[in-house]
Structures are given as structure tokens and as C-alpha cells.
């Protein structure tokens, strides 16, 4: 029987002809999949939110001209929305907050699956408050998490402000505003310090806002989870600084953390009344307190102190 060599050729350049291609697809599989990996570290990876992006105050048509002489302020770390029972619920978020004017609220996420938003505009919905958030940190190149604020005061104007972050792997960011409260500009200052303490950021941090908070005009209130106890010495200067009050100093420390780490300080202010509101909607408890302006600011005065401006939104 005779060979055909022709055919055998042709059949071993189809062959390497398919395997080139094989090897080829491989490539290219191999490629789109490194790609698709760049993409998903770079969107996982844990970036500062840009520091001059404007703040936008959303619902401004739900503020007002505080009608009462007391002032009814509060903070509380949300645990973003997740309750010592596992489930994440806002709404028994927003039912531990009834019958306060601002309220600052800490680790606050903007989910990046659902585009809801983030999670301080669904707590305002359900009090009927403005909101505001003020992002820290982006992840899956959006604004993902940060600290937020509900106010039934009108804000003048207000400013984000990055915390030192020497460890570079987790961000911080303060808010201070401005708002207007029996004719007083009332100064702000919210805050979430991490406890990072390998780096000393916590340390770091914590000296940063103290300073800032002692450098405001009266009146002032510094409201936020500072991760520690008043043993630590910055938070023992602010309790001894002359003019300065830890709001929940005389309440009986709450059943959720014994031990709390968070706080209000105020200057030029009295407390009426204060309380720590337990509730399953967190790992923290709610700091409230009710308060009245001192006849008079410690330096006799009160200007206006214009750090940035404020976008406002319907």
C-alpha cells in the first residue's frame, strides 16, 4: 500500500497550527485573568478619601431654627448598621436616635453592591433629618467609609479634615462645622480615632484633635469614638483643662462597654442632662446629651470662624 506523504504533512501542520493557537488562548486567558486580578486588588485596596472634594449637606430643606434653649446632641458608632446579634438592620439604628438635633455617627459605609448610598442617608430618611457624609476612606474606587452627621440645625459651613495616618493602611477623618444656636456659632468638631496602637496613630491622633478641639472658640463640642478611657493622657488634659466638661461624667456608665470610649466634651456649654442609650443595633451604646449655652464664652466672644464652604443640596 503506498504512503501519502503529502497528507502526512498537512496533517502535522494542522496539528502545530492548533497548538499555537491552544497556547495562544492560554496567554490570553492568563492575561485577562492578571488584568482582572490588578483590577480587583486595586478596587479592594484601601485608599484616603481626596481631602478637598466639596462636603455636600443632602435634605437641607429638613433644617430649620432650633426653637428650644437646649441643645440635644449625641454620637454613636453604627458598627455599620450590624447589631451584637449579627444582622445588619438601619433601622434600629435610626430607632436608638429619636429626639436629637445633631448626632454624630461613626463607621458609616457607602456599600458598594446595591448603590444605595450610604448607610447615614438611610438613618436620616427614617428620623426626617439632613444629613451629611464624610468619607475617609475609598474602596472600589468610590467613597466607602467614614463618619457621618444628621442635624436638624442649619450648618453655615464645615471642612473634612484628614487625621495623621502614619501606618498608611487606615483613614481617619474629622469634620468640623459650624452652626448657628440661640444666635451663637456653635463649633463642631466629630471625630472616629483609630486604635492602632503598633504605629502610634492612636496617639497621634488623638493629640491632633484634642489640639484642635482646645483651639476652637467657645462654644465647642467634640462628640466621637475615641478608642480609649480617661486614663489615657490626652483625654486626662482635656478633663483637666479649665472650661472643658466631659458631658457623661456624672452618668452611670452604660452595660454595653463598661468601659466607654466614647465621648462628649463640651465648652461654653452646661449639661441639662445626659444619658447612655442601650441598644442591639450596635456594639456601642448612644451618648446623649441635652445642652444649654453658658451666659458667656470663656474669651467673651464669638466670631464667626469660616473654614470652608458648604455645598447644599435638596
Known amino acids: ?35 482582572v486580578a490588578a483590577i480587583v486588588a486595586d478596587g479592594a485596596w484601601q485608599k484616603p478619601a481626596d481631602p478637598v472634594e466639596p462636603l455636600t449637606l443632602q435634605k437641607q430643606d429638613r433644617v430649620g431654627t432650633l426653637d428650644s434653649t437646649a441643645l440635644r446632641v449625641a454620637t454613636f458608632n453604627i458598627h455599620a448598621g450590624v447589631g451584637r446579634d449579627g444582622i445588619r438592620d438601619l433601622g434600629r439604628t435610626a430607632a436608638a436616635l429619636p429626639n436629637l438635633d445633631v448626632v454624630a455617627l461613626q463607621e458609616v459605609r ?36 467614614g463618619n457621618g452627621l444628621l442635624t436638624r440645625a442649619a450648618l453655615t459651613d464645615c471642612v473634612r479634615i484628614p487625621l495623621p495616618t502614619p501606618a498608611r493602611h487606615r483613614f481617619r477623618a474629622a469634620l468640623l462645622a459650624n452652626f448657628l444656636h440661640q444666635g451663637r456659632i456653635v463649633h463642631l468638631l466629630a471625630v472616629h480615632i483609630d486604635k492602632d496602637l503598633e504605629q502610634n496613630t492612636h496617639d497621634i491622633q488623638l493629640r491632633t484633635v484634642a489640639d484642635l478641639f482646645l483651639s476652637l472658640r467657645e462654644p465647642a463640642i467634640l462628640l466621637g469614638d475615641l478608642n480609649d478611657f480617661s ?48 441598644t442591639p443595633s450596635s456594639d456601642h451604646p448612644v451618648a446623649c446629651a441635652e445642652l444649654e449655652l453658658s451666659e458667656r464664652s470663656a474669651d467673651g466672644s464669638d466670631p464667626v470662624t469660616r473654614t470652608a464652604s458648604l455645598s447644599l443640596q435638596r
Not at 253 to 277: L, M, N, Q, Y
Request: charged content about 20%; overall charge positive.
Open 231 to 278: 486614663t489615657h493622657p490626652e483625654i486626662v488634659r482635656l478633663l483637666q483643662t479649665p472650661g472643658v466638661h466631659s458631658a457623661l461624667a456624672d452618668v452611670p456608665r452604660p452595660t454595653v462597654k463598661s468601659d466607654p470610649i466614647d465621648w462628649i466634651f463640651t465648652r461654653g456649654f452646661r449639661t441639662v442632662r445626659a444619658e447612655w442609650r442601650p
Open 1 to 35: 500500500m503506498s504512503e501519502n506523504p503529502g497528507s502526512s504533512v498537512t496533517l502535522d501542520s494542522t496539528a502545530t497550527t492548533r497548538r499555537g493557537t491552544a497556547r495562544r488562548g492560554r496567554w490570553l486567558v492568563g492575561l485577562a485573568l492578571v488584568a
Open 110 to 145: 457607602n456599600p458598594f453592591w446595591g448603590f444605595q448610598g450610604p448607610q447615614v442617608s438611610a438613618v436620616a430618611d427614617k428620623l426626617g433629618m439632613a444629613w451629611l457624609f464624610v468619607p475617609a476612606e475609598r474602596r472600589w474606587w468610590r467613597n466607602d467609609y
